[in-house]
């Protein structure tokens, strides 16, 4: 293909990304509003529990920032040097390529963290 047009795809892309990542954040908050609680930490505890709600809060990550490194440990279950949030998917694949750098932390609904190894 021609670059004006790669250039017109990839802008289009990503105008789609940022709208989905902005999008989400109301999608968020109206399934925070809808659980069934009456304070609203338990109102948004409850509402992340359904997987798609999850995968809403990755939405934003993948638009604005696709490999958060905290500074910050978040994943203290076992000795690690950091952890990384990985929300795209070639990113997720190749991070899951490398068994020696990283390592997994499953939990019940399917969702992981990829967690780096010390």
């Known amino acids: 293909m021609s670059i004006p047009i790669d250039f017109f ?8 990304m940022a709208f989905d ?10 399934a925070i509003v809808r659980a069934e609680d009456d304070r ?5 505890a409850a509402a992340f529990q359904p997987p ?16 958060l490194a905290p500074s ?3 994943a203290t279950v ?12 070639r990113d997720a694949i190749e991070v899951l390529d490398r068994n020696a750098d990283f ?6 609904n399917g969702l992981g963290w990829i967690s780096l190894s010390a």
């Not at 795809?9 to 789609?16: F, M, S, V």
């Not at 798609?52 to 490999?67: E, K, M």
């Not at 076992?78 to 998917?89: D, L, Q």
């Open 52 to 67: 798609h709600v999850q995968h809403l809060a990755l939405r934003p990550l993948r638009a604005f920032a696709p490999n």
């Open 103 to 108: 390592e997994v932390l499953n939990f019940e």
């Open 78 to 89: 076992y000795p690690n040097s950091g952890t990384v949030i990985v929300a795209r998917y």
């Open 9 to 16: 795809n990839l802008l289009l892309l990503r105008l789609r």
């Open 40 to 44: 609203w930490k338990a109102k948004a």
């Open 72 to 74: 910050q440990r978040i």
């Open 21 to 30: 990542g902005v999008l989400a954040f109301g999608q968020i908050g109206a």
